[in-house]
């Protein structure tokens, strides 16, 4: 592929998304507790995102619902549970997650409030700047706190926090409106975040032998029973957010003010996760929130601190005693409870028309995940191609065309929609089926490349032509980071 023009068609679509996008990919999402007018308490306080720009520059505020609208409920949150607050963005790119209380603003000891009369919140916010807060759970996180979710897609969610039997612990949300949710293990029940990393599910948590970040059954549980298995742990540690920068590197913000406190590194040997060091803004700071992006191999870090006046902090890793840089400080009567590093969002768009041959009509998909950088399980797929039969793969660094060519000696019907840079030739397997691996770098600067795919179907039964050949439609990927 062409790499320079990929670069570009990269950095066309960026300024595209930041002319029309309402929150701009690259910069920060801040979760804010307060509007400043009265001290933080214990009761439901109003909820903001803020965005800023990555050197702390304010963009705006994204105020989230305190009242009930339609089918959306509010999403206020206790002023002064400092392990509340968290927000994640969905695997996809395409929403940022919020867990709330509805609750009107005023009402005291929200935390404390019984799940049935004061639902549990799924505050789910489009890049766009659409809220949905339809989700509202009365069997979750009772008499205790709702903290995080996480999620592919924005359709189905994982959640955590602690409450009362039976309702703690990471739990699964089926559906986008749901009122109810499975806990997914009684392992651990008292967990802080919860987040996915290449199609798995971890959590965080400071309770008994769980210090640090663990596992949640295989892949991404949807009933109950798993085990929630440690990764990482640490003599009095207490983890809160965490963010893997690829499959070996992961950083956890640990809140301790003893000087033991900061970003976690904790890298992996292939069995077993080990501390490499720890980042503190100063020795008597810990982190809470925490989010980042690698770039050329270079790691950038946000966080939010765990001190009485809260901070969004950065720091690039380059080693032990790495300096920090504060961007934003909270007002008065506000506090900071996470900040995220607005990702670039996938997509996957089908246009064009396919062509069948005597073998069916050939189709073109993807699989291991969705298509985001450091995703090395990527694959482009082919369907419905025939059993044992040559099927090839064209692949585009750039955008596919609205309209279709056709290609002298194929079927009538056969439409290409692109020129391609590389052609990869294959045999389907029993079932028709066949991929080819595109695992994408781990860069945040690729988010927004465009890339295209189409399959072609060799079948040697239609006579009469000098390429026998059926097509699928075309396929659109935008990578997202």
Not at 92 to 119: E, P, Q
Not at 240 to 268: C, E, H, M, P
Request: glycine letters at 12%; hydrophobic letters at 40%.
């Amino acid at each position: 592929m062409h790499s320079t023009r990929l670069a570009a068609l990269g950095t066309t679509f960026l300024l595209a998304a930041s002319a029309f996008a309402q929150i701009t990919p690259g910069n920060l999402i801040v979760s804010r507790v307060g509007n400043g007018s009265a001290a933080l308490s214990n009761a439901a306080t109003p909820r903001f995102l803020d965005e800023y720009t990555p050197s702390g520059g304010f963009v705006q505020t994204i105020a989230l619902p305190t009242t009930v609208v339609g089918g959306n409920r509010a999403c206020t949150d206790s002023g002064t549970s400092s392990s509340h607050g968290f927000v994640t963005q969905s695997v996809d790119g395409r929403y940022l997650l919020a867990a709330g209380y509805d609750a009107a603003v005023g009402t005291l000891s929200v935390a404390g409030s019984a799940a049935a009369s004061v639902n549990r919140v799924i505050c789910r916010i489009g890049l766009d700047g659409s809220i949905d807060s339809s989700t509202a759970l009365g069997d979750a996180y009772t008499a205790n706190s709702f903290r995080s979710v996480a999620s592919v897609d924005g359709t189905s969610f994982w959640t955590s926090g602690t409450g009362t039997v039976p309702t703690p612990g990471v739990r699964f949300v089926a559906n986008l409106g749901a009122t109810t949710s499975t806990q997914l293990s009684g392992t651990v029940t008292n967990l802080r975040c919860v987040n996915i990393y290449n199609g798995q599910l971890y959590c965080s948590s400071a309770s008994g032998a769980f210090l640090g970040i663990s596992s949640v059954g295989t892949g991404l549980p949807t009933t109950s029973g798993q085990t929630i298995t440690s990764m990482t742990t640490g003599t009095g540690a207490s983890a809160y957010d965490f963010w893997f920068a690829d499959a070996n590197t992961l950083y956890v913000a640990d809140d301790r003010t003893n000087g033991s406190g900061g970003i976690q590194k904790w890298t992996f040997s292939g069995s077993t996760w080990s501390l490499a060091y720890t980042l503190a803004p100063n020795a008597t700071t810990g982190c809470r929130g925490l989010s980042g992006y690698v770039n050329s191999g270079v790691t950038t870090l946000f966080a939010s601190t765990s001190a009485a006046l809260s901070e969004i902090v950065t720091v690039t890793d380059t080693g032990l005693g790495s300096a920090f840089t504060t961007l934003v400080t909270a007002a008065a009567n506000t506090a900071f409870r996470d900040v995220q590093f607005v990702r670039t969002p996938s997509a996957l768009v089908h246009s064009g028309t396919a062509c069948a041959n005597n073998n069916g009509t050939p189709t073109v998909g993807t699989s291991g995940g969705a298509p985001v950088t450091g995703n090395t399980n990527f694959a482009v797929t082919a369907g419905n191609c025939g059993a044992g039969q040559f099927v090839m793969f064209l692949l585009y660094g750039g955008p596919v065309s609205p309209i279709g060519f056709p290609v002298p000696g194929t079927p009538a019907c056969v439409q290409v929609y692109f020129l391609p840079d590389l052609l990869l030739l294959t045999v389907s397997d029993g079932a028709g089926a066949a991929a080819t691996p595109i695992p994408l770098p781990n860069s945040s600067s690729l988010g927004g490349l465009l890339l295209g795919a189409q399959v072609a179907a060799f079948d040697l039964s239609l006579v009469g032509f000098d390429i026998p050949i059926g097509t699928s439609n075309a396929l659109q990927i935008t990578v997202g980071n």
